[in-house]
């Protein structure tokens, strides 16, 4: 998997998480969040979209992403999940990375593209619970940004 850097371009895992942390060395006083969302679009196929943003709160943020293409998933639920199943995946990594650099601290928070109005309201208790479950806190629209606008943005 890599990720995309609007500003540097195709990067590593590994590499964007050298980049954040560099972000955060650059004002160590500061205060961040980490936010990763998943955002998809569908045509012929899927274009699923995770973004990770690291947020200097009140001060701007950085965010990478990463594309992936699969088969059509008719199902808004079983598409959802998915989206959700792939923010976490990276949170996990990342957080892991975050460990092992002892830097654990850093708030993650999962950005889920569902919202008490619209199609997706009867999902959001079952994927909250899932994010919830899993250790991360969970944003659900209008406070979503990382999927319901960074995602998104990339996923047309």
């Given at each position: ?12 895992f ?20 980490l936010?990763i ?24 943020a950085?965010y ?6 699969d ?29 092992r ?21 009867n999902l959001?208790?079952?994927i ?5 479950g ?23």
């Amino acid at each position: 998997m890599y990720f995309i850097s609007p500003t540097k371009g195709i990067m590593s895992f590994e590499k964007m998480f050298d980049d954040i942390i560099k972000f955060i060395k650059e004002a160590p006083d500061e205060s961040y969040k980490l936010i990763i969302g998943t955002d998809s679009h569908t045509r012929d196929d899927v274009c699923f979209v995770t973004a990770v943003v690291v947020h200097r709160l009140g001060k701007g943020a950085r965010y990478y992403y990463s594309k992936r293409k699969d088969r059509k998933i008719t199902s808004l639920r079983q598409r959802i999940f998915y989206e959700t199943s792939l923010s976490l995946s990276v949170a996990s990594r990342v957080y892991e990375r975050m460990a092992r650099d002892q830097r654990a601290n850093l708030d993650i928070e999962i950005h889920i593209d569902v919202g008490q109005h619209g199609e997706t309201r009867n999902l959001v208790k079952e994927i909250v619970g899932m994010v919830v479950g899993s250790g991360f806190d969970a944003k659900i629209k209008p406070d979503s940004f990382g999927a319901s606008k960074v995602a998104d943005k990339h996923s047309k």
